[in-house]
């Protein structure tokens, strides 16, 4: 069966320190992966998607970027964190079919 | 762009007392319509996928059902252990190959014992 991971599960940052999320999957080759942020009275929004290693594709301007350097590894990253990057950071992956499933989640805190 | 909006955004039941969620989107050609539910801390797990008009879908204590226009997640006789946030999303179509889902803000339950 498949899984995904991510982590840190929780973090706590000052402004300007950069960031490093790691979301793997497992039991599956070649997902699709998302990067999505669930702000605080928002709903989840889809921050970046890739449908394979190297490719990545941004829905919204941000002080954010993502990699995929292996088929089942994403990472979240940013060089200085704002206070406003702050909120609840899930992964996500499809595997061909329509249904997205979710991680766990990390929780970040900008100071 | 496509909206999906969810209603109430919190409901407060009594262990046993039936209702129903509505989530009413606005999308150019309805690609599905997914309902997840999301503990406290926890990512969001899925529930049901709905393609067409008509379509119904249960399990446990929960059934989705699709019109046109709106979406209705009915809980019957529900548990404590059914309090959750619950979220409805359309794919939201990028061009890249892969669609992201535009979620509602979801409507928070609260089923007291």
């Known amino acids: 069966s498949q899984t995904i991971h991510q982590w840190p599960a929780t973090l706590v940052q000052p402004v300007g320190s950069p960031l490093s999320l790691e979301c793997t999957v497992e039991?599956?080759?070649?997902?699709?992966l998302y990067w999505y942020r669930q702000a605080a009275g928002r709903g989840l929004q889809l921050l970046f998607y890739s449908v394979g290693i190297g490719q990545i594709s941004s829905e919204v301007p941000q002080n954010l970027s993502a990699s995929r350097p292996q088929d089942r590894q994403f990472i979240l990253s940013s060089k200085k964190l704002l206070l406003s990057d702050s909120g609840f950071y899930l992964c996500a992956w499809t595997g061909g079919a329509d249904t997205q499933y979710f991680g766990p989640g990390t929780r970040l805190t900008v100071l | 762009e496509d909206q999906v909006t969810q209603s109430p955004e919190a409901l407060r039941l009594q262990e046993g007392e039936s209702s129903s969620l509505n989530c009413s989107y606005t999308v150019s050609g309805l690609r599905g319509l997914f309902w997840y539910r999301q503990d406290p801390g926890k990512g969001p797990e899925f529930l049901f996928t709905l393609y067409s008009a008509g379509e119904e879908k249960e399990k446990e204590r929960l059934k989705a059902t699709l019109t046109k226009k709106e979406s209705f997640l009915h809980i019957t006789a529900p548990k404590p252990e059914d309090s959750a946030t619950y979220l409805c999303?359309?794919?939201?179509?990028?061009?890249?190959?892969?669609?992201?889902?535009?979620f509602g803000k979801g409507t928070h339950l609260i089923i007291q014992p």
């Open positions: 999303a359309v794919p939201a179509y990028s061009g890249g190959g892969a669609d992201g889902l535009t």
């Open positions: 039991g599956t080759s070649n997902p699709n």
